[in-house]
């Protein structure tokens, strides 16, 4: 929606900065922490922060009082960091190696099918509020509808088979569970930024949110009137799950290796990526802020866009679609790629884990560049170039990839990513 609903970003950008802020320390804890716990239960509870967060918004509605949205970031934060790890442990290690593509892929439509389903809500709720209407907040009955299907969300979450139970199509089991405790996992932790090969994903972990600030804040939340914001939500999300499909046949293509697999993949999302920036760039040199207590409206040629305007609506329209088409291939392709490491289920708890707390430090800086005021012109540069850092060393890790990652449990994802061509980096992890 841009903003949280809220015309003053703001509280929003504060509270997102608290979010990741916790969110990068439980992102790299948090595959200790489910390894430890269980999936069913870290899920449960940690989904149920997404519903205390959105509560707070209904609070803020009616006393325009920041403080409890803010403070619900934090643990949000926490419980975000917690969940993302145990979803990209299911999501890449229950699959056959064959089909992890496809299995990223379906989590990707059914993630980005809620967020259709917050798109169509304001939409619909807000669709006979004209452009003469834009600047009231979001209504209490859109959160309340969001508080719900979060707490339903959380509690489906007890229906899931643990790692142990899992039998894949072909009759191979996920992972045989090892004994863990605190002072192993402790230990696992240490050892994630002492990976040569992990530490080289850390500038595609920075850049793979770092854009949703600008997008859902300078670009939909300051150039559309609300319901448009609803709409284009919508239409972000869903042009996410139809990419999502379609990259699947890349990543599980069988008469590719997979290290050509990853190349062609990441090759795509270089030039897509690069393509949507440029068009970005056009749009931004048109405009240089939003509306705020001076200013009701923004600066762009007409005012506030609506979709009833389709002369002005359809180009910025369409590019959120493509903005939101890319996202889901990068992120694809960053599971993907972390899942090519290792089938072991713990492993890739805290890869995963790792991933998601890096890329939360980025967007932590993202939503406090906002929060600064930072030019709006300034942020799409700074988007574009941190993007474009991360090709460089994404391409080397993806260029070493083998097409197979042994199954073999109790050995460490490192001696088998990586071909004979790097046996130099394998024996630098191994000393380590």
């Known amino acids: 929606m841009g903003g949280a609903g809220q015309i003053d970003r703001t509280v929003s950008n504060n509270t997102n900065t608290g979010i990741y802020c916790t969110f990068i320390v439980f992102g790299v804890l948090g595959g200790a922490i489910v390894n430890l716990f269980g999936i069913r239960w870290t899920i449960c509870v940690s989904g149920l922060t997404y519903a205390l967060y959105s509560s707070s918004y209904i609070y803020y509605n009616h006393t325009k009082n920041g403080s409890f949205s803010i403070a619900t970031g934090p643990i949000l934060g926490i419980g975000a960091g917690i969940l993302w790890s145990a979803q990209g442990m299911v999501m890449m290690s229950y699959p056959m190696e064959n089909r992890k593509g496809l299995c990223i892929s379906v989590f990707w439509i059914i993630f980005n099918l809620g967020g259709v389903i917050g798109g169509i809500v304001p939409f619909v709720i807000n669709y006979n509020q004209g452009r003469e209407n834009h600047a009231k907040p979001l209504p209490d009955s859109c959160y309340i509808v969001f508080v719900c299907l979060q707490v339903l969300g959380a509690l489906c979450a007890l229906a899931l088979s643990p790692p142990e139970r899992v039998i894949r199509r072909d009759g191979s089991h996920v992972v045989l569970m090892r004994y863990t405790n605190v002072r192993q996992e402790a230990l696992e932790i240490v050892k994630l930024f002492l990976n040569p090969w992990i530490l080289l994903l850390i500038p595609l972990s920075l850049a793979s949110n770092f854009f949703y600030t600008y997008q859902y804040g300078p670009f939909n939340g300051v150039l559309f009137t609300l319901r448009t914001r609803g709409l284009n939500s919508m239409l972000y999300w869903a042009s996410q799950m139809v990419a999502a499909y379609a990259v699947s046949f890349i990543h599980d293509r069988d008469q590719m290796t997979r290290r050509n697999r990853g190349l062609v993949s990441l090759g795509l999302i270089a030039l897509l990526t690069n393509v949507v920036w440029g068009c970005t760039l056009a749009v931004q040199l048109r405009y240089t802020r939003g509306a705020d207590d001076i200013h009701p409206t923004n600066d762009y040629p007409g005012g506030l866009i609506d979709f009833s305007e389709p002369s002005r609506a359809a180009g910025p329209m369409i ?8 996202d889901a291939h990068l992120q694809s392709f960053a599971y993907w790629l972390i899942g090519t490491m290792t089938n072991d289920s713990q492993m890739l708890a805290r890869y995963a884990g790792f991933y998601k ?26 988007n574009w170039v941190l993007f474009n850092f991360a090709i460089p060393f994404t391409c080397y890790v993806t260029a070493h990839i083998k097409d197979h990652s042994d199954d073999v449990v109790d050995r460490p994802a490192d001696d088998w990513l990586m071909d004979s061509r790097t046996s130099k980096l394998d024996d630098y992890y191994r000393e380590i």
């Not at 590019?319 to 890319?326: H, I, P, Q, R, W």
């Open 357 to 382: 707390g890096i890329q939360s430090l980025g967007a932590a800086i993202a939503w406090q560049l906002d929060a600064q005021k930072v030019p709006l012109m300034t942020q799409v540069i700074v």
């Open 319 to 326: 590019l959120f679609c493509f903005m939101g088409a890319v």
